[in-house]
């Protein structure tokens, strides 16, 4: 499966506290992207299996429920889906952010609004 070419890509939102969730879709929201959110990584990976073509950004915590982590989504975003551009955050030392793939970018928390729009406008020119 290759890259799709559409006009209006989607930035896949990945956090499990819902506040944050909500601020980070809010701001995305703003960029040419259309916005999608899931609270775990096995959701998110679900909604990719499905529409992987259209998703041009994923902004994930590293933290997240279940057995599926933000490091883990952004391997396995890297080897099945290569032309996602990821970015990985978390406000937690030790998070194995030393695994992530050279593809994904790590943003520390609390990271700033100006930040996610730089890397969601570099996805949108990216896919463009």
């Known amino acids: 499966m290759g890259q799709a070419i559409f006009s209006r890509g989607i930035a896949l939102v990945v956090e499990d506290d819902p506040h944050l969730r909500d601020l980070a879709a809010a701001l995305l929201e703003e960029t040419d992207l259309r916005v999608v959110e899931a609270a775990s990584g096995e959701e998110a990976l679900d909604y990719l299996r499905e529409r992987a073509d259209e998703v041009a950004f994923v902004f994930a915590d590293v933290r997240l ?60 020119a990216r896919n463009s």
């Open 65 to 124: 429920p279940n057995l599926v982590d933000g490091v883990d989504l952004a391997r396995m975003i890297a080897l099945k889906w290569p032309w996602i551009r990821m970015v990985v955050t978390s406000g937690a030392a030790g998070d194995r952010i030393d695994y992530l793939p050279r593809s994904a970018t790590y943003m520390p928390k609390p990271w700033r609004a100006l930040d996610v729009l730089v890397a969601a406008e570099q996805a949108i």
